[in-house]
């Protein structure tokens, strides 16, 4: 495995013990279209936690048209898995930021068994490690629905959905204002090769966390504010 950044080990030095030991991370998982995004802003706002989407971040290399951006495009675009070393090096780089010191709320990584242990190297040189793994469950069919119906913020990633969950103004974000857009992504033929790719590759991640005692399966085809009511009982059980 690789050494940590100078930077991220510059910032775990900053970090006083008391901070070390309040941290706390949770990881997000569920197919495509679960309700990953909308949960995580939720539960994010209401624990005080950093909300980390790795597709947010990646999308915003994309819109800065970063050397990171450029990689990942033609497996966004198919729908593929952006290769897991670059995927954790831009994770790492996020989670090292101070803003984190307190935990995070890390929604769509990790996404394979090799990001997951990562994420465990990391989060250990943190002095901290994943608390509680939540899993939002919902069957293939219904997430065709929620993704060709989504709309997705152009600013900071909120997502709607045209008859679940609709805007007060059709294509305008109520949160922050800016415009609302389809992603290429979400079409349908692309939508199918993703579900393909989660139950290949993502979901043998339910097994890893649940032999960790650290998976909770949530039912994501309840409306909105049930999941956000069962996630929090969830975690403050945990
Ligand atoms: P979804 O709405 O399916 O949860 P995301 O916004 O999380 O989609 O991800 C969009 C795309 O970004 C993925 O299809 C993949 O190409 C890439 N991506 C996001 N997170 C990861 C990850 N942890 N590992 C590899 N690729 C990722
Ligand atoms: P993910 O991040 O897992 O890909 P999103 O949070 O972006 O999923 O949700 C996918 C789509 O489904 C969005 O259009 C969202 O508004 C909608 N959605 C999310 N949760 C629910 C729900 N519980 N019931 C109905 N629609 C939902």
Redesign the pocket.
Known sequence: SSKPSSKFTATTKALSKADKEMAKFYVLIG????G??TQAKIIADKYGLVHI????L??ENLKNETELGKL?QG??AR??????DV?IGM?RDRISRPDCKNGALL??????PA?ADALAVMLKEFDSKVELVPLIDVPAQVLIDR?SGRWSCRAQGHVFHEKFNPPQVAGICDIDGSELYQRE?DQRSTVEN?IK?YTQQTAPLIEYYQSRNLLVTVDGTKPIDEVSADLQAAIEKA
């Open positions: 197919p495509p279209g679960a990953k995004g989407s790795s597709g947010d990646f999308r990942a497996f966004m729908g593929e898995l952006v290769p897991d995927t994770v929604d769509g990584f990790p996404r394979t990001q993704l992504d993703r790719v």
